[in-house]
């Protein structure tokens, strides 16, 4: 960490950066309209996802579980977690016992977590309603 | 000690009247009338062991908010003992006024009566400027219930233009308390808010004048001067009778009060090179509201305005300088707070027996109610400045002593005597002459007589032996025209 | 790590800890009073370490965190309130079977993401202290997730405080690119030379952008109305005490440790926000229907009296601009926690009593329930024997003696228009009854306005001792500037 901070005259190469990512994103979205095809006459065609001729079939959209996104979710979050612990791993002689300790701390409460997510059924796959068709078999 | 009772026993009393109205409708009635007979001889006390010379008959002071300086500082000179003792008067007068008209949740009324004059009278003890700010609030929260829960057909309106144009005027004075506290503590390094303290400050004339206009505009908004008077109207007509009998006969006084006990002394050159400004209002308040008074239709609203008027006179003669003016609207202030309190009733028990404050409406009720009739007539006349009666001697003391300040501006103020006895005679005519409206109209009882001959008697008192009230406030009077002597030049 | 840093980072690890437990509770048992009183449990032992703590104060607890008397102070404060919201929270979620009990882990860790806070020296901290609060608030403000309202408000928060948090974090790295140093300390250290870094400065404008967010100063208000009226109402209750109160005592940490008041640009900017947001909040709430609408707007311009007395109090002494913070954040908070209190204890989980006619006649169904509502917005308006009148006498007082007249006139007028909208509730209140039926009082939600409307009146006509409390708070950062 440098205390006396970056020049000013370092700082050009960020802002020419800065500008070149306007330009970019400007010429993208300015240059299509000239470029494409010009769409003077709008049919039902021109709506299809496919103008080729190929009529589309069904709705492009799908209603997806809410569980998917709990899992992804759920996967994010304990993947970053693993992200600490290996920071910690490299770190491990030089943190000694006190990073020993935080670290079972740290891990202490994402079990804790697990716990509970279990616990509620979050990590059950099942529908509220397949769970209950399943209870009713097993009386 | 005993000056703290004073709050404390009205504010007692309030608590107390909460649970009782829910048992019995004449508990709260009669505990008002215990906690005011309480206050009375409180009074009594003060009254039997001091002399009318000296300055401050009692005091106390006790620490408050140290950080800032500020105590609980209560005294009592003779001007707030005549005052405290008419708002303890027309304490009564409004509980007795209101026990028939008053029949829903009469206990949390009489709840709000009684923290308004608790409020009204800590307005005239209190001595550290934050203390008197603080009374000042306090008061207009259960008045504004009494507006806005008991009041007439446009009561929310009245009452928030009533609350909304005391409140802000009053930030404006709390900002010029602030501002002499703090020009106060540059020089000296002592925080302070108390009125003692404060009255050696050492202003430079800019700042006393801008720091003086704040606290003349709270003042003038709530006695209220031409201006800053249009919440006045609709806050009476709309008040119920208890509430308009406090709000003429004790509230606005607090206004007057502050003149003269803040505005004169605290600032005496500012409030001397601000005198003809000052005047001018009070005169043009003089004219103009006696001329709009004529102009109603609605008594309450007739009697609202002469209020305005009258208390012109009062502004006039606070800002005249010299002990006879000053003298004078001590007693207009006393006089008239008995006579509009008195004009209120009428006009409160006639809306009660009619539902109407319509004077069209009205006529021919002199053969009716022969009793009302003659009071409304003895009060008239007294409101128009009847020789032997209490507004005279004050109305002519404010016009000799400012005679002396200002000759054109006192001869248009005098017109007022004229513009009193047409709006006066106005009522007579047609609310109680002409052709009877009605067949059958009940006339005062005895409850209400009694009150009636109460004031009746202060009235005529105050105008047969007037010395007796300004021996009271003699040395105050003479305290403060010595200061605006010795300033002014 | 020494015992000392210990005992100073206790009411932290005592509320993670609590929260933990009460996660694990749920997992065990799911029992709502348990949960609740687990929590208080919580709430009471982080309380209860404030004393253990402050004796060490003030201490720099590695480069993050710095416990002094002036966030400890916060650290009281923010628990009391957190033990209110749950009082309230218990009144107003009781309906709601086995899926109620996660809000008090919620309340839990929001309440921990404040105290960290107001403790940080470091922009991470500050960065990870208002991330831990605003991420515990998007669940709270959807918590009643089969109502579109609560749903709605959620969404707005979490787009606007993540759009906040970018401008945030953009404001951090520059300032970090133009100074190279992240704690307040070290910023300050570079005070004085402040003026000639463009980048630096630029980047504390993007950090009080984000900070204007968080305290809805206008014009970054936009969320505040649909955000109150659509969250449950103790969560609002939360939203406007604790979460602005700590945002708010940040700033002032932040900003006087960064020596930002040396900068008159700075003090032109922050006044210029005062009075846009003080007269367009008093405006804005003129005309509004719902009760928490209209307290949404109050709380804009109550945000602008606070910035008014941050200015002024800024340019004369910065103890008295602490003291001043401090007690006006501990009368606002009381204060809020009164009104929403009174609008939770009348609404549940299935219906808000949110529009200004359900409070029609309040005062003849529910006397004391109205008494409470009534003393609150009295106080909201800074009339005296409420503790909010205290509040804008200190104000006043700084405005006053610091000659800020813009600014002073700016309160009067705003003041002015304030008490007719408070007014205007009070007036509905009284209105004859008739409407509605009585109201019966969740006994958890009675008391909490008991205490609330308790502290509202003792430290309106008695104010010396919270004067102290918020007086003896030393001074907040190290000064960079002593030799």
Not at chain 3, 78 to 85: D, I
Not at chain 3, 138 to 157: D, H, N, Q, T, W
Request: charged share 10%; glycine share 8%.
């Amino acid at each position: 960490m440098s205390s006396a901070g970056v020049p000013h005259t370092d700082l050009w190469p960020l802002l020419l950066y800065f500008e070149l990512v306007l330009v970019v994103v400007g010429t993208m979205l300015a240059l299509p309209p000239f470029l494409g095809e010009r769409r003077t006459r709008r049919t039902p065609a021109t709506e299809q996802p496919y103008e080729s001729g190929i009529v589309a079939v069904g709705s492009s959209q799908l209603r997806f579980s809410v569980r998917f996104y709990l899992i992804a979710i759920f996967f994010v979050i304990f993947d970053l977690e693993a992200v600490f612990i290996f920071a910690w791993a490299i770190a491990f002689r030089e943190s000694g016992w006190p990073g020993y300790i935080e670290i079972l701390i740290f891990i202490g409460v994402l079990v804790a977590t697990l716990v509970y997510l279990w616990r509620i059924g979050a990590l059950d796959w099942r529908t509220p309603r397949q769970r209950g068709i399943e209870a009713t078999i097993h009386q | 000690m005993i000056l703290l009772w004073l709050i404390l026993v009205p504010l007692i009393g309030g608590l107390l009247s909460l649970p009782a109205g829910r048992r019995r409708d004449n508990a709260p009635r009669w505990l008002a009338l215990a906690a005011l007979a309480g206050e009375t001889a409180l009074l009594l006390a003060v009254f039997a062991d001091t002399v009318p010379e000296s300055t401050w008959l009692a005091q106390i002071d006790w620490a408050w908010i140290p950080r800032f300086g500020i105590r609980i500082h209560l005294a009592l000179d003779g001007l707030s003992l005549l005052l405290i003792a008419l708002t303890v008067f027309l304490g009564f007068v409004a509980v007795l006024c209101s026990w028939t008209e008053i029949r829903e949740r009469p206990g949390f009324f009489h709840f709000n009566l009684l923290w308004t004059l608790a409020g009204v009278i800590g307005v005239f003890l209190a001595l550290d400027l934050f203390l008197f700010f603080f009374f000042w609030e306090v008061m207009l929260i259960p008045m504004y219930l009494l507006i806005g829960i008991w009041g007439h057909e446009n009561r929310a309106y009245a009452a928030m233009k009533f609350f909304i144009f005391t409140q802000v005027s009053g930030l404006l004075m709390l900002i010029a308390i602030l501002a002499l506290v703090f020009l106060h503590y540059q020089t000296t390094r002592t925080l302070s808010f108390d009125y003692f303290e404060l009255l050696e400050a050492d202003l430079y004339p800019g700042a006393a004048r801008w720091i003086m206009l704040g606290f003349f505009v709270a003042f003038t908004v709530k006695l209220p001067a031409v201006p800053f008077h249009t919440w006045l109207p609709d806050a009476h007509t709309q008040a119920p009778t208890g509430g308009s009998v406090l709000l003429a006969g004790v509230l606005l006084k607090t206004g007057a009060y502050g003149l003269l006990r803040f505005v004169i002394p605290l600032f005496p050159g500012a409030a001397q090179d601000f005198a003809p400004f000052a005047m001018t209002l009070g005169a043009v308040s003089i004219l103009y509201a006696a001329k709009l008074a004529f102009a109603q239709t609605d008594l309450k609203r007739l009697i609202a305005y002469t209020s305005v008027s009258h208390m012109g006179f009062v502004l006039l003669g606070a800002f005249a300088g010299n002990a006879q003016a000053l003298q004078g609207a001590v007693m207009t202030m006393l006089a008239h707070g008995v006579s509009a309190a008195a004009l209120f009733m009428v006009a409160g028990a006639l809306q009660e027996r009619l539902h109407t404050r319509d004077m069209d409406a009205m006529g021919g009720l002199w053969t009716l109610t022969p009793r009302i009739g003659a009071i409304t007539l003895f009060f008239s006349v007294a409101a128009l400045g009847m020789p032997g009666l209490g507004n005279f001697v004050g109305e002519f003391l404010v016009l000799l002593g400012s005679f002396r300040v200002d000759t054109v501006l006192t001869a248009f103020a005098a017109l007022g005597l004229i513009l009193a006895p047409v709006y006066a005679l106005y009522v007579m005519q047609r609310a109680f002459h002409g052709p009877a409206s009605r067949h059958e109209v009940r006339d005062f009882g005895l409850r209400e007589m009694g009150v009636m001959l109460c004031l009746v008697t202060a009235t005529a008192w105050m105008g047969l032996h007037p010395q007796s009230m300004l021996a009271y406030t003699d040395a105050m009077m003479n305290g403060l025209t010595r200061t605006l002597a010795q300033r002014g030049t | 790590m020494t015992a000392d840093a210990l005992t100073a980072l206790l009411p932290f690890i005592v509320l993670s800890a609590a929260a933990v437990a009460v996660m694990l509770a749920i997992a065990i048992r799911r029992s709502f009073r348990l949960v609740f009183w687990l929590t208080v449990g919580g709430l009471l032992a982080g309380l209860s370490t404030l004393p253990h703590a402050s004796p060490v104060a003030p201490l720099q607890v590695t480069d993050l965190l710095r416990i002094d008397a002036y966030g400890l102070f916060f650290h009281a404060l923010f628990l009391l309130s957190a033990l209110v919201v749950a009082l309230l929270c218990l009144a107003y979620f009781r309906r709601r079977e086995n899926e109620n009990e996660e809000i008090f882990v919620l309340l839990l860790t929001s309440t921990l993401g404040a105290l960290l806070l107001v403790s940080s020296a470091h922009l991470a901290m500050f960065f990870l202290g208002l991330e831990v609060l605003t991420i515990s608030l998007f669940p709270m403000i959807a918590y009643s997730v089969r109502a579109s309202r609560p749903l709605e408000a959620g969404i707005k928060y979490l787009l606007l405080s993540g759009l906040a948090s970018s401008f945030l974090m953009f404001g951090m790295a520059l300032v970090y690119g133009d100074l190279g140093v992240l704690s307040f300390e070290q910023i300050g250290a570079h005070g004085a030379e402040l003026e000639q870094k463009p980048l630096a400065l630029a980047g504390l404008f993007l950090i009080l952008a984000a900070i204007g967010f968080k305290l809805s100063l206008v014009p970054f208000h936009l969320w505040t109305p649909d955000v109150y009226q659509g969250a449950p109402a103790p969560v609002t209750a939360f939203l406007a005490t604790v979460s602005k109160a700590s945002v708010f005592a940040l700033l002032l940490r932040f900003f006087t440790a960064a020596h930002a008041e040396r900068s008159e640009t700075f003090l032109c900017v922050l006044g210029l926000l005062a009075v846009v947001s003080i007269l367009a909040g008093n405006l804005l709430a003129l005309l509004q229907v719902s009760l928490k609408r209209l307290l949404a707007y109050s709380s804009i311009a109550h945000m602008g009296y606070l910035l008014t007395g941050f200015v002024a109090a800024g340019l004369l002494r910065r103890d008295l601009q602490t003291e001043t913070i401090a007690f006006y954040l501990a009368a606002y908070t009381v204060t809020s926690l009164a009104a929403f209190g009174a609008i939770s204890a009348l609404s549940d989980d299935d219906r808000e009593s949110d529009r200004l006619s359900d409070y029609a006649g309040l005062f003849w169904r529910s006397p004391w329930l109205a008494a409470v509502l009534t003393l609150s917005l009295l106080s909201l308006a800074g009339i005296p024997l409420t503790v909010g009148f205290v509040g804008k006498f200190y104000v006043f007082a700084v405005g006053v003696q610091a000659e800020t007249w813009p600014l002073v006139a700016t309160v009067v007028i705003g003041s002015g228009i304030g008490i007719y909208y408070y007014l205007r509730v009070v007036l509905t209140m009284i209105q004859p009854a008739g409407v509605g039926q009585r109201v019966t009082l969740h006994p958890a939600a009675g008391t909490a306005l008991a205490a609330a409307a308790l502290v509202i009146l003792a430290a309106g006509l008695f104010p010396q001792p919270l004067i102290d409390a918020a007086a003896n708070v030393p001074q907040p950062p190290p000064t960079a500037d002593s030799p």
